[in-house]
């Protein structure tokens, strides 16, 4: 037991990481009940190991008495003086009492003990080593799954991934090399664990500290971060140096900064937004490549209203709505996109005018003067370019017809141009 006990604590300092001390404070805890039930219920029973031999000694402390009562609270007085020459009756005696065998008897009880201690130690260890690493990134491979969990080997420890902290769009394999943001170090029933994220938005945070200097010496400054792991993030950064460009700091030449990023992230896009403390230059900032047609606050809702041509709606809004729902959580405000309606209004007054002007003119009624704006002839010189068997096809009406509406229209032109 001595030489395997001494090279099971070698072995524990060595590969674990745990102190020689706390592991011999785990093991006489552990021994120490092994000799309770070996010795019996003494008042006082201490269990010592020797560092250097490994050598298990039982000492307890025994009453010295002239009648023994209890053989494992009291030593008579014969006894005593053999182990000191001067003991008198009322004396508190330390005398050996370790059993002969000890160390076989009390191995079995002895290692599970010592197993559980030594457990208990690494996970102080874990949480005293980790505790203060909550925010940093660490790189581990995938070692195994517990249900929808990915636990992952960072050498002397294990880290969590829980679902909730998985990126949808990611599949991992047994042996995968993986980085993440160690989202907090929690004491829970199971003992410390290391929770770890690859979709937290401090994972692109993070990795933007790592990637680009200048935020790293704070010259350059992250201001907010929206994400949607897996599809797209929308980060701003801002400089109080007014010669630095914090977009193109963290674009980096030809990109190469960010495509390390977005490499990381497994191609998530990643917009980079020049930061304003200005609301509207933000949101405008946030929803380019969209172009804004007009924008107004709403203090007391904290809500921005915006409007854009057609063209641009969809642009604006995004997949699902993601470019308006990211911009909303980077900016802190209610995003309200909407059609800008003033250009189809125009346009539908213009077309009235036209009709109206056509049946007037040409003395046709409103129905026939509608069909050729719909068919884009919405003017007497329109009517002019196009040839009567067209009219014809356009009202769907004989020639004849055609050519009266167009002989109309060829005199209502002359008399325009004998008034000039």
């Not at 092994?34 to 219920?41: E, F, I, Y």
């Amino acid at each position: 037991m001595n030489s395997d006990l001494l090279a099971v604590l070698d072995y524990m300092e060595r590969e674990k990481g745990i102190k020689r001390e706390v592991l011999l404070d785990a093991v006489s805890s552990a021994l120490l009940t092994a000799a309770k039930k070996s010795v019996g219920p003494a008042r006082d029973l201490r269990v010592s190991i020797d560092p250097k031999s490994g050598e298990i000694t039982a000492h307890a402390t025994l009453f010295v008495v002239d009648d023994v009562r209890n053989i494992h609270d009291e030593i008579n007085l014969a006894r005593a003086r053999k182990i000191k020459s001067d003991a008198n009756i009322g004396d508190q005696l330390e005398v050996e009492v370790t059993p002969e065998g000890f160390g076989r008897i009390a191995a079995q009880t002895a290692r599970q003990a010592i197993l559980q201690r030594i457990r208990q130690a690494e996970k102080e260890m874990i949480y005293d080593e980790f505790k203060d690493r909550a925010g940093e990134i660490v790189g581990g491979t995938v070692r195994r799954f517990e249900r929808s969990d990915v636990i992952v080997d960072l050498g002397k420890f294990e880290a969590v991934m829980p679902s909730r902290e998985r990126v949808a769009t990611e599949d991992y394999n047994i042996g995968d090399r993986v980085r993440a943001y160690v989202v907090a170090v929690e004491n829970s029933n199971r003992g410390p664990e290391i929770i770890i994220s690859r979709s937290h938005p401090n994972f692109v945070r993070r990795l933007f500290e790592v990637e680009v200097s200048e935020i790293a010496d704070r010259t350059v400054e992250i201001k907010a971060i929206a994400r949607e792991a897996g599809y797209r993030t929308k980060i701003a950064v801002w400089s109080s140096d007014e010669k630095v460009d914090p977009v193109g700091a963290c674009v980096g030449m030809r990109g190469s900064r960010v495509k390390n990023i977005v490499r990381e992230l497994n191609q998530e896009k990643v917009d980079i937004i020049r930061w304003s403390p200005d609301p509207r230059e933000f949101v405008v900032e946030a929803l380019k490549p969209a172009k804004i047609k007009s924008l107004t606050l709403d203090p007391d809702r904290h809500a921005i209203n915006i409007t854009v041509d057609e063209d641009q709606l969809s642009l604006a809004i995004g997949r699902r709505g993601q470019n308006a729902r990211l911009t909303a959580r980077l900016t802190g405000w209610e995003i309200n996109i909407s059609k800008d309606e003033s250009a189809t209004q125009a346009f539908e007054q213009k077309i009235a005018q036209a009709i109206t002007t056509l049946a007037k003119t040409l003395k046709i009624d409103e129905e026939t003067a509608r069909s050729l704006a719909r068919a884009g002839v919405n003017s007497i010189e329109g009517i002019l370019e196009v040839d009567p068997e067209d009219i014809a096809g356009i009202l769907d009406v004989d020639v004849e017809r055609a050519r009266g509406i167009y002989q109309a229209a060829r005199r209502e032109h002359e008399k325009k141009l004998a008034s000039i």
